[in-house]
């Protein structure tokens, strides 16, 4: 059963800290988002390893599978956006309904120990990606079909949020700041 889909835009967390996770943008820098990435792969391999992950704590919430399935998404998503702003100028990125896509792929009844396997996969990619790109595409450019515009660098503070707020979904652990030594 599909829950109530979310249908806020979440660019505002560019400019502000979440009230819920406590993703501030400012502790952020980019730099620090392949190392929050593999931090968030370890979390969720030891949730997608808990028992009964795939019961819904209410009608309106994905369970924890469906969250590791929907994060394991966001991974693949944004290293495609990524991808497409490294090698165009200024795309527009395919729609992307994350409930649709968590009813065609019935994301509740995957395999658990498949979706830790894929999320790790995906993020160790994602990571790697965001590693590689120098200083100088930062500022690189594209944009959703809602019109928000991002630059590599705020792509990637964007995609941090996603995770640290599933992360947050599941575990309740809020965000503690990342920025590195001498950012």
Known sequence: MPITP???NWTWVLERPCPECGFAPD????????RLVRDAVVVWQRV???PAIEVRPDESTWSKLEYGAHTRDVFRMMHARLNLML???DPDFLNWDQDDTAVERDYGAQSSATVAHELA???????????LVPDADLGRTGRRTDGSRFTVES???YFVHDIVHHRWDVTGEAFAGARSAGS
């Open 121 to 131: 996969a995906a993020g160790r990619a994602i990571a790697e990606a965001f590693e």
């Open 155 to 157: 792509l990637a503070k």
């Open 87 to 89: 090698v165009l100028v």
């Open 6 to 8: 979310d249908t806020k």
């Open 27 to 34: 502790a952020v820098a980019y730099r620090d988002v392949p």
């Open 48 to 50: 997608l390893a808990e």
